[in-house]
Protein backbone atom coordinates (compact mmCIF):
# COMPACT_ATOMS: atom_id res chain seq x y z
CA UNK A 1 0.00 0.00 0.00
CA UNK A 2 1.20 3.57 -1.00
CA UNK A 3 1.67 6.50 1.50
CA UNK A 4 -1.44 8.08 -0.46
CA UNK A 5 -3.89 5.19 -0.78
CA UNK A 6 -3.07 4.68 3.20
CA UNK A 7 -3.85 8.49 3.65
CA UNK A 8 -7.13 8.00 1.59
CA UNK A 9 -7.95 5.14 4.20
CA UNK A 10 -7.12 6.94 7.08
CA UNK A 11 -9.49 10.11 6.11
CA UNK A 12 -12.38 7.52 5.08
CA UNK A 13 -12.15 6.10 8.57
CA UNK A 14 -12.18 9.52 10.07
CA UNK A 15 -15.14 10.98 7.79
CA UNK A 16 -17.01 7.46 8.94
CA UNK A 17 -16.03 7.47 12.66
CA UNK A 18 -17.22 11.32 12.71
CA UNK A 19 -20.55 10.21 11.17
CA UNK A 20 -20.83 7.18 13.40
CA UNK A 21 -20.20 9.54 16.55
CA UNK A 22 -22.21 11.89 15.83
CA UNK A 23 -25.37 9.18 14.85
CA UNK A 24 -24.52 7.69 18.45
CA UNK A 25 -24.52 10.71 20.27
CA UNK A 26 -28.12 12.60 18.50
CA UNK A 27 -29.58 8.27 19.60
CA UNK A 28 -28.35 9.40 22.99
CA UNK A 29 -29.07 12.83 23.48
CA UNK A 30 -30.90 14.29 21.01
CA UNK A 31 -29.47 16.27 17.68
CA UNK A 32 -29.47 19.47 19.79
CA UNK A 33 -26.78 17.99 22.03
CA UNK A 34 -24.72 17.07 19.20
CA UNK A 35 -21.78 19.93 18.40
CA UNK A 36 -19.15 19.93 16.90
CA UNK A 37 -17.12 20.68 20.07
CA UNK A 38 -18.24 18.10 22.17
CA UNK A 39 -18.34 15.06 18.79
CA UNK A 40 -14.59 16.32 18.50
CA UNK A 41 -13.85 15.84 22.17
CA UNK A 42 -15.71 12.12 21.72
CA UNK A 43 -13.55 11.08 19.27
CA UNK A 44 -10.29 12.97 20.24
CA UNK A 45 -9.87 14.63 17.32
CA UNK A 46 -9.41 18.53 17.20
CA UNK A 47 -12.51 20.46 15.91
CA UNK A 48 -10.13 21.72 12.79
CA UNK A 49 -10.20 18.01 11.91
CA UNK A 50 -13.53 17.79 11.55
CA UNK A 51 -13.79 20.76 9.53
CA UNK A 52 -11.75 19.09 7.07
CA UNK A 53 -14.52 16.77 6.93
CA UNK A 54 -17.72 18.74 7.16
CA UNK A 55 -18.49 22.19 6.79
CA UNK A 56 -20.14 22.43 10.08
CA UNK A 57 -23.07 20.95 11.87
CA UNK A 58 -25.49 21.00 9.46
CA UNK A 59 -23.18 19.05 6.85
CA UNK A 60 -22.80 16.59 9.13
CA UNK A 61 -26.54 15.80 9.95
CA UNK A 62 -26.65 15.99 6.34
CA UNK A 63 -24.39 12.91 5.59
CA UNK A 64 -25.47 10.77 8.36
CA UNK A 65 -29.07 11.29 6.81
CA UNK A 66 -27.58 10.54 3.67
CA UNK A 67 -26.07 7.33 4.69
CA UNK A 68 -29.50 6.78 6.72
CA UNK A 69 -31.76 6.72 3.58
CA UNK A 70 -29.22 3.72 1.82
CA UNK A 71 -29.79 1.96 5.13
CA UNK A 72 -34.08 2.65 5.47
CA UNK A 73 -33.50 1.64 1.27
CA UNK A 74 -32.24 -1.69 2.30
CA UNK A 75 -35.25 -2.25 5.38
CA UNK A 76 -38.06 -1.75 3.19
CA UNK A 77 -36.82 -3.70 0.13
CA UNK A 78 -35.75 -6.75 2.46
CA UNK A 79 -39.32 -6.89 4.48
CA UNK A 80 -40.79 -7.22 0.84
CA UNK A 81 -41.53 -10.89 0.50
CA UNK A 82 -40.56 -12.37 -2.94
CA UNK A 83 -44.31 -13.72 -3.52
CA UNK A 84 -47.28 -13.51 -1.98
CA UNK A 85 -50.58 -11.54 -1.25
CA UNK A 86 -49.87 -7.90 -2.55
CA UNK A 87 -51.72 -6.30 0.75
CA UNK A 88 -49.12 -8.61 2.68
CA UNK A 89 -46.31 -7.03 0.93
CA UNK A 90 -47.33 -3.44 1.59
CA UNK A 91 -47.93 -4.66 5.36
CA UNK A 92 -44.78 -5.71 6.01
CA UNK A 93 -43.31 -2.90 4.35
CA UNK A 94 -44.92 -0.22 6.50
CA UNK A 95 -44.24 -2.26 9.66
CA UNK A 96 -41.04 -2.10 8.45
CA UNK A 97 -40.63 1.54 7.63
CA UNK A 98 -42.16 2.25 11.32
CA UNK A 99 -39.89 0.05 13.22
CA UNK A 100 -36.57 1.89 11.53
CA UNK A 101 -38.50 4.88 12.41
CA UNK A 102 -38.77 3.57 16.04
CA UNK A 103 -35.45 2.25 16.32
CA UNK A 104 -33.81 4.88 15.21
CA UNK A 105 -35.51 8.24 15.99
CA UNK A 106 -32.67 10.83 16.03
CA UNK A 107 -31.46 9.15 12.54
CA UNK A 108 -35.57 9.26 11.46
CA UNK A 109 -35.57 12.77 12.21
CA UNK A 110 -31.90 13.75 10.41
CA UNK A 111 -33.82 12.15 7.73
CA UNK A 112 -36.97 13.66 7.67
CA UNK A 113 -37.69 16.53 9.84
CA UNK A 114 -34.35 18.25 9.94
CA UNK A 115 -33.95 20.94 7.85
CA UNK A 116 -30.01 21.04 7.21
CA UNK A 117 -30.32 24.17 4.98
CA UNK A 118 -28.58 22.01 1.82
CA UNK A 119 -29.01 23.40 -0.77
CA UNK A 120 -30.86 21.42 -3.75
CA UNK A 121 -30.26 22.35 -7.44
CA UNK A 122 -33.98 22.21 -8.24
CA UNK A 123 -37.05 21.23 -7.50
CA UNK A 124 -37.29 17.67 -7.61
CA UNK A 125 -36.32 15.33 -4.73
CA UNK A 126 -32.97 14.94 -3.63
CA UNK A 127 -31.21 11.32 -4.86
CA UNK A 128 -31.43 10.02 -1.24
CA UNK A 129 -34.98 10.04 -1.08
CA UNK A 130 -35.49 8.09 -4.33
CA UNK A 131 -34.76 4.78 -3.30
CA UNK A 132 -37.06 4.46 -0.70
CA UNK A 133 -40.01 6.05 -2.79
CA UNK A 134 -39.21 3.52 -5.45
CA UNK A 135 -39.57 0.36 -2.44
CA UNK A 136 -42.54 2.03 -0.84
CA UNK A 137 -44.24 2.51 -5.12
CA UNK A 138 -42.87 -1.27 -5.68
CA UNK A 139 -45.53 -2.14 -3.02
CA UNK A 140 -48.10 0.35 -3.13
CA UNK A 141 -47.91 -0.89 -7.82
CA UNK A 142 -50.17 -3.82 -7.46
CA UNK A 143 -53.14 -2.27 -5.39
CA UNK A 144 -53.14 1.15 -7.31
CA UNK A 145 -56.01 -0.02 -9.55
CA UNK A 146 -56.79 3.06 -11.92
CA UNK A 147 -54.35 5.11 -9.56
CA UNK A 148 -50.81 6.76 -10.31
CA UNK A 149 -48.68 4.43 -8.73
CA UNK A 150 -46.04 7.39 -8.23
CA UNK A 151 -48.46 9.64 -6.12
CA UNK A 152 -50.22 6.39 -4.38
CA UNK A 153 -46.72 6.24 -3.07
CA UNK A 154 -45.99 9.41 -2.54
CA UNK A 155 -49.25 9.61 -0.28
CA UNK A 156 -48.74 6.47 1.34
CA UNK A 157 -45.18 7.85 3.14
CA UNK A 158 -46.31 10.85 3.52
CA UNK A 159 -49.31 9.01 5.85
CA UNK A 160 -46.86 7.10 7.15
CA UNK A 161 -44.55 9.79 7.94
CA UNK A 162 -47.05 11.51 9.71
CA UNK A 163 -48.19 8.78 12.28
CA UNK A 164 -44.71 7.98 12.95
CA UNK A 165 -43.40 11.51 13.65
CA UNK A 166 -46.90 11.78 16.13
CA UNK A 167 -46.33 8.34 18.08
CA UNK A 168 -42.25 9.54 18.16
CA UNK A 169 -42.70 13.09 19.80
CA UNK A 170 -45.29 11.39 22.30
CA UNK A 171 -48.52 12.79 20.80
CA UNK A 172 -49.86 8.97 19.97
CA UNK A 173 -49.42 6.17 21.89
CA UNK A 174 -46.90 3.80 20.87
CA UNK A 175 -48.87 0.82 21.61
CA UNK A 176 -51.39 1.57 18.81
CA UNK A 177 -48.86 2.44 16.27
CA UNK A 178 -49.04 -0.94 14.25
CA UNK A 179 -53.01 -0.89 14.39
CA UNK A 180 -52.90 2.89 12.96
CA UNK A 181 -50.35 2.29 10.71
CA UNK A 182 -52.30 -0.75 8.72
CA UNK A 183 -55.79 0.83 9.24
CA UNK A 184 -53.99 3.97 7.71
CA UNK A 185 -52.32 1.95 4.64
CA UNK A 186 -55.35 -0.06 4.00
CA UNK A 187 -57.86 3.50 4.15
CA UNK A 188 -55.37 4.94 1.48
CA UNK A 189 -55.23 1.89 -0.89
CA UNK A 190 -58.44 0.13 -0.60
CA UNK A 191 -60.35 0.32 -4.36
CA UNK A 192 -62.15 3.56 -4.38
CA UNK A 193 -65.85 2.40 -4.02
CA UNK A 194 -67.82 2.05 -7.58
CA UNK A 195 -71.01 4.44 -7.51
CA UNK A 196 -74.00 2.26 -7.37
Not at 25 to 37: F, I, K, L, Q, S
Not at 51 to 72: C, R, S
Not at 132 to 143: C, M, N, T
Not at 188 to 196: D, I, R, Y
Request: charged share 25%; glycine share 6%.
Amino acid sequence: MTARERRLREQANRHQLILATAREMAEEEGWDNVTTRRLADRIEYSQPVLYQHFKNKDAIVHAVATEGFGELTAVLRAACPETGNPRDALHAVARAYAGFAARWPALYQAMLVIDTGEERSDEREPQPLLGVLAQIQQVVEPVAEDRDPRVLAEVVWSAWHGLVTLAGGGRLTVDGTDERLLMLTDALTEPAAQPA
